[in-house]
């Protein structure tokens, strides 16, 4: 018996990003590769959902791997405690 294939539903925006022809590694570089995230964020720069794709990653807690949103898992989550603070 074959196991069913899971499919996973990206929300529409994810087609428009431009890191959709990227190779996944430069948004996901791992701690010591500094260079890899100033590259990521250049492309974010260009990226015409930026801004959908930092509220997807912070309502999705995406804040221990990767570039989203054109912000570091550093900047996401400064960003997450300070909305934190002003929701409180």
């Given at each position: 018996m074959t196991a069913p294939m899971l499919t996973i539903e990206h929300p529409p925006w994810m087609?428009?990003?431009r890191c959709?022809?990227?190779d996944p590694d430069i948004f996901y570089p791992g701690w010591g590769h500094a260079h890899l995230v100033i590259y990521a964020k250049r492309i974010c720069a260009q990226c015409p959902?930026?801004?959908?794709?930092?509220?997807?990653?912070?309502?999705h807690d995406e804040?221990?791997?990767g570039v989203w949103?054109?912000?570091s898992v550093m900047e996401r989550r400064r960003l997450a405690r300070s909305?934190?603070?002003r929701s409180a």
């Open positions: 087609r428009a990003a959709v022809d990227s959902v930026t801004t959908e794709c930092l509220t997807y990653a912070l309502d804040l221990n791997h949103g054109g912000l909305q934190r603070r």
